[in-house]
């Protein structure tokens, strides 16, 4: 009888092998889910969640995080993989496979009689080689554009279809470019995704600026203004209430109306600055003149500034005031007093574009902006999630080549090169811990079987090949998917990220040798009415 069982005689205990069968199984489980979606010829999934919203992805940080999992070790596998997603940004798919592939060939000695103690001490052997393998086969380059390309596209295409990321791509690497500065960590918050639903997917495009939610609110206002001088400002334009109760006492109608007045005057005097400002900096010239406010302006005010051509937007979003600032130039101020051009930002083209009833503000053409925004458009919601998605990944993918320095190639060339180092190294492990090694190169290679399989072609025999060629021509051999036949990845720009493949291979191996050596599962929590008996 289970120990737990003489203090808690309603705790559901598994034991020794029952256990380990329980974690092997829902392992096996997850990995059979997402096996399917590895890879540019992985299928899709389709999430229908219980308030009928329908989700279409094949990517498995948003099919981990959207699927409801009950079972205690998938959901721990699944919480690794998610955070594997939020760290790096790549490898949930691959992280999940690895691990419930490491168990499966794990079970397979442990079934004939050898302790799991052992397995895991071969699985750590296995994994400083395979450390020392991944950094033999890094390719450190120079990260020009070129190779920033051919890093989001291998990202992108295991995302979405090879069209739609052939134009994500360039989008996606050229943000990047801009908003980088030497010397500073990448930013990715100052790329902002903004989504219309409007035309198809591969009008998505970069607009080397912003685009608000919203337009100016005065019929007299300029639609289009090129060469405009932009003032970012947090400044109310408009009459306020005092934050604390308060009210004017007044005696006559005369002492009311200089109060109205002399309210107004207050207002009219910041709106003159505004004028005096776009006089001086546009005077005897074509330049436009664009105000964006954080705070509020009244029509009054609205009116004045169209009479003098300014075109005003008020209640600008507060993310967006950072970003005005960083794409635009110039700075954001929170006072009209000491008002000058050096406050000044500038955009070649602001220009309000209407779509049914919703108006957007697009402000383009800034010079070295060090905020962009990727505009993804698509005919409808699934497509403009898919492809904030696939977006989100393919950014992190190339701040993570120009952060490693480095890459290392894709197609599975890494896996076959690892798995073939772990079977030479295998001899000079000691005892019985060889065989944990030999099960970590076995396990690696359902990367590139998975691969094989998803695009159609027979897993063994393609494996056999990519092997063979590896074996003979020493050089990092992967999987052509358009043709099932060895091909040398590098040659043909298939990158994947150092940082990925190097912290698949710590996390898998630390999860998968901690469910190993876990020999007994026990639900006991307390609970109402629960009694523990001596």
Known sequence: MAAIKAL????????????????????????????????????????????????????????LHEMQIQHPTASLIAKVATAQDDVIGDGTTSNVLIIGELLKQADLYISEGLHPR??????????IKALEVLEQVKVKKEMKREMLLAVARTSLRTKVHADLADVLTEAVVDSVLTIRRPGYPIDLFMVEIMEMKHKSETDTKLIRGLILDHGARHPDMKKRVEDAFILICNVSLEYEKTEVSSGFFYKTAEDKEKLVKAERKFIEDRVQKIIDLKDKVCAQSNKGFVVIN?????????????????????????????????????????????????????????????????????????????????????????????????????????????????????????????????????????????????????????????????????????????????????????????????????????????CVKKQLLHSCTVIATNILLVDEIMRAGKGEGWRVSY
């Open 8 to 63: 808690n005689s309603r705790a559901e205990v598994a034991r020794a092998q029952a256990a380990l069968a329980v974690n092997i199984s829902a392992a096996r489980g997850l990995q059979d889910v997402l096996r399917t979606n590895l890879g540019p010829k992985g299928t899709m999934k389709m999430l229908v969640s219980g308030a009928g919203d329908i989700k279409l992805t094949k990517d498995g940080n948003v099919l």
């Open 118 to 127: 052992i397995i895991a001490e071969g699985f750590e052997a296995a994994k």
């Open 294 to 498: 954080q705070k509020g302006i009244d029509p009054f005010s609205l009116d004045a500034l169209a009479r003098h051509g300014i075109v005003a937007l008020r209640r600008a979003k507060r993310r967006n005031m950072e970003r005005l600032s960083l794409a635009c130039g110039g700075m954001a101020v929170n006072s009209l007093e000491d008002l000058n051009v050096d406050c000044l930002g500038h955009a070649g083209l602001v220009y309000e574009y209407m779509l049914g009833e919703e108006k957007f503000t697009f402000i383009e053409d800034c010079v070295n902006p060090r905020s962009v925004t990727l505009l993804v458009k698509g005919p409808n919601k699934h497509t403009l999630t898919q492809i904030k998605d696939a977006i989100r990944d393919g950014l992190r993918a190339v701040k993570n080549a120009i952060e490693d320095g480095c890459v290392v190639p894709g197609a599975g060339a890494v896996e076959v090169a690892i798995a073939a180092a772990l079977v030479r190294y295998k001899h000079s492990v000691k005892g019985r811990a060889l065989l944990g090694v030999q099960a970590f190169a076995d396990a690696l290679l359902i990367i590139p079987k998975v691969l094989a399989q998803n695009s159609g072609y027979d897993l063994q025999e393609t494996l056999v090949k990519v092997q063979a060629e590896h074996s003979e021509s020493r050089q990092l051999v992967g999987i052509d998917l358009n043709s099932g036949e060895p091909m040398v990845a590098a040659d043909a720009g298939v990158w994947d990220n150092y």
